[in-house]
């Protein structure tokens, strides 16, 4: 089932990413782990990360059943995945060998979050829909029973990409804010 969310997310965004799929120079700052919100306070919003190094640190699974509304006794494991490029970073959550959540970080030097998003919505090959507020620019669109949330934004020189997929039944808007909270620390 990850094969095929990794495919659906990654095959829509590799057109766009094409021409800038050198790999981004070194750098020597690290990323800091993201501030976890918290229940009750007013949540810190953290910086960036100056590198992607992976997923799963950017959305752990508590923080993914929190916002995915999962109960008690909902549980959710987050597994780093191995991808081709050593700029994409995948992390699948679930639990007793199903996977059926995944997040996708990326970054890119020479594409515009707009040409990627543009991709993303041409190459999909149904009807897909943009999502104002996420990110530069975002589209979600359903296909073989997942949906797939992808924004991009700039940041530090670069195109920095999330992609969130998951079963079609997952409401929308649960899209929106995973994607909301990633894109932000990306």
């Known amino acids: 089932m990850l094969r095929t969310i990794r495919f659906l997310s990654l095959m829509c965004v590799g057109v766009a990413l094409v021409g800038g799929c050198s790999q981004d120079a070194p750098s020597s700052s690290t ?9 009750g306070g007013a949540d810190r919003t953290p910086s960036p990360a100056a ?13 993914l059943k929190t916002l995915l509304g999962g109960g008690a006794r909902t549980k959710l494991t987050a597994t780093d995945e191995k991808t081709d490029n050593p700029n994409d970073f995948t992390c699948a959550y679930g639990s007793g060998g199903k996977k059926p959540f995944a997040l996708t970080v990326m970054s890119r030097p020479n594409v515009t979050p707009k040409a ?3 991709a993303v ?3 999909s090959e149904v009807k897909s829909r943009r999502v104002p507020g996420v990110g530069a620019a975002a589209v979600i669109y359903t296909k ?3 949906s797939v949330l992808t924004a991009s934004k700039r940041y530090n020189g670069q195109t920095r990409t999330v992609i969130f997929a998951a079963p079609a039944v997952v409401p929308g808007r649960k899209f929106i804010e995973v994607t909301q909270l990633v894109i932000g620390r990306v």
């Open 144 to 146: 073989n029973g997942f």
């Open 121 to 123: 919505a041409k190459n």
């Open 51 to 63: 590198k992607l190094t992976a997923a799963c640190p950017l959305l752990s699974a508590t923080e």
């Open 116 to 118: 990627v998003i543009a």
């Open 31 to 39: 990323s800091a782990p993201p501030t976890t919100p918290t229940s």
